[in-house]
């Protein structure tokens, strides 16, 4: 038994050993202190990769914020800290912090004016997912930031620090929180700032974990209760960070739990035959959880309605509001803009053609010499189609035909222009109720 374990000790110590190849001690500290200071070309390179950043989240590319990650120096203060708190050197703490905070601002102030004039002012999806920091972003930032600490203390460096940069994502958060500042967001902003807290923070601290494990040589401070205090300082910036990121991941966790129990519901428990859910959204606040349905066709009398309402704790879903609008409450809620929707499938061209467009179980033919004719009138047009669909009439439930024009130009009509098109089109189809979308 004794040898197994002393095999297994020497597997272990083997493997994991990390004082093989590891540089020598001024070596590491001589290389990440010359990459605190943030002036001339650091400084520069800084402001490079906060427009590249602003550009990638602005445009929705997640290959362009990468590409700014690598650009960006902005880890060498944020190790700086973490290695200045792991060998008692306080001036090197100092000069990190200073640094750090003259990099954040310039960060924020550069992204702020880029947000500020360009003309794309729309939050996308890579912008969105800096704005909720969760315990989640807290692992990566401290499993990321040992890494990049590990890859510092080796003799021959290698490609895992440009990893470290991208995965724990510094720069887009100053960026989304410079979108913020520009477009009075407040919301976008401190969600923003608490990411870049949370990153910079647990890099810091996984730097100073990797510090004391690979025993690296602390300095002696004058003061006895000096380390004592540095110690409980780091342990309250720790909890401090710590804290709110569990709460926002058990939001995180409770809010998709119940938006996948109220899909899953109403897929299969609103599978009626005449009638359809068109629209349907899911509210997770702390207050209440809502699940809002729009129905189309004949209306669920109130035995069905609370028979579903009954099924619901099936799916864990007992205290969540179901509202159901249906009949003459739903009528309200149709507009142009789903009967829009309905029919893009089947009328839908980039090119003027007079081909027979073919949809699943339905032909609709473009009529080339109307095509013509529209061609004439407005020489901007590049697709023409007309179909019909099912609408609500005003006054009952019963569903009624629609016929729809749909009318693609390179650049919009203006309104009079529009409805001289559709007037056009009703007395050549015969047809007053004619509804025309131009796009």
């Known amino acids: ?16 050993n990390l004082q093989e190849d590891k540089a020598e001690e001024q070596d590491i500290i001589s290389s990440i202190r010359k990459n605190i200071d943030f002036r001339g070309a650091n400084l520069w390179a800084l402001i490079f990769a906060i427009f590249i950043a602003s550009i990638g989240l602005n445009v929705n590319s997640t290959a362009v914020i990468i ?18 708190v792991g060998i008692n050197d306080l001036e090197m703490v100092k000069k990190g912090g200073k640094n750090l905070l003259v990099a954040t601002i310039i960060s924020i102030i550069t992204s702020t004016i880029y947000f500020s004039i360009t003309p794309l002012h729309d939050a996308q999806s890579e ?6 920091p969760s315990i989640w972003d807290v692992f990566i930032a401290l499993f990321g930031g040992m890494a990049g600490m590990v890859a510092a203390s080796r003799k021959e460096k290698n490609n895992v620090i440009p990893g470290v940069a991208i995965a724990t994502a510094l720069m887009p958060p100053l960026c989304t929180a410079g979108f913020g500042l520009a477009m009075g967001n407040w919301y976008f902003f401190l969600g923003a700032i608490y990411l870049y807290f949370i990153n910079s923070v647990f890099i810091a601290i996984a730097t100073f974990l990797m510090t004391r494990y690979l025993k690296m040589r602390k300095k002696a401070f004058d003061d006895p209760g000096a380390e004592k205090r540095v110690t409980r300082y780091v342990v309250i910036i720790v909890l401090v960070t710590l804290l709110p990121s569990i709460y926002m991941a058990y939001r ?6 119940f938006e996948n129990n109220a899909r899953r519901f109403v897929e299969q428990e609103f599978d009626f035959k005449n009638t359809q859910v068109v629209s349907k959204s899911f509210t997770y606040t702390a207050k209440q959880q809502k699940i809002d349905l729009l129905l189309i066709g004949a209306v669920l009398k109130k035995p069905v309605t609370d028979s579903l309402r009954h099924l619901m704790k099936k799916y864990r879903l007992q205290n969540v509001q179901l509202n159901i609008r249906q009949g003459l409450n739903a009528k309200q809620e149709l507009d142009l803009s789903q009967i829009k929707a309905s029919i893009l499938e089947d009328v839908y061209s980039t090119k003027l053609t007079t081909d027979t467009v073919k949809v699943p179980q339905r032909k609709i033919n473009l009529d080339s010499s109307v095509l013509t004719e529209i061609k004439a009138l407005y020489p901007a047009v590049q697709s023409f189609g007309v179909s019909k669909i099912a609408v609500l009439r005003p006054d009952t439930t019963l569903v009624d035909t ?8 390179a650049k919009p009509l203006n309104k009079p222009d529009v409805v001289k098109l559709q007037t056009w089109l009703q007395k ?11 796009q």
């Open 1 to 16: 038994m004794s040898d197994f374990l002393h095999r297994i000790r020497y597997f272990l110590t083997h493997r994991f």
């Open 67 to 84: 590409g700014a990650m690598l650009v960006s120096p902005i880890m060498g203060p944020v190790m700086g800290i973490g290695l200045g």
């Open 127 to 132: 912008l969105l997912a800096r704005t909720s």
């Open 252 to 257: 995180i966790v409770n809010k998709s739990i």
């Open 402 to 409: 629609q016929k729809v024009a749909l009318v693609r130009f």
């Open 428 to 438: 050549r189809y015969q047809s007053p109720q004619l509804k025309l979308i131009s």
